[in-house]
């Protein structure tokens, strides 16, 4: 389970919902911290800084390529499938903006029980597919 205090600490340190998914999982990964790689993701705040496809979700399938590249295309394919079935009836959407719905407060409440799950969710499919964590 994603710890409150971690998403609060990454969100106070000015990462935006694309980079703390990176951060995490190359840290529960146990992998070097990649600061190039999390600026890279950082063009996925904000649904790529549009509105577009939420960068929880964006951001989860970068990071699923590069964690296990061989099973990228069918990891990334039931995420997506998962979040839709999650998110897209409550906020009419899996678009950043349909999930902000014009709200800046859904960035505090919304924002951190999408992503804790979607993160949770991620890391269940990698380790079902043999992907094991370090530590």
Known sequence: ???NSRLLDLRLKGYCCSQMIVKMGLEDSGREDNPDLIQAVRGLCDGLHAGLICGILSSCACLIALLAPDDA????????DWFRSE?????GGINCDDILADDPMNKSTKCPIILAATYEKMMEMLEASGYELQG
């Open 1 to 3: 389970m994603v710890d």
């Open 73 to 80: 295309e069918v990891i990334t394919a039931h995420l997506t």
């Open 87 to 91: 998110f897209e009836a409550d906020n």
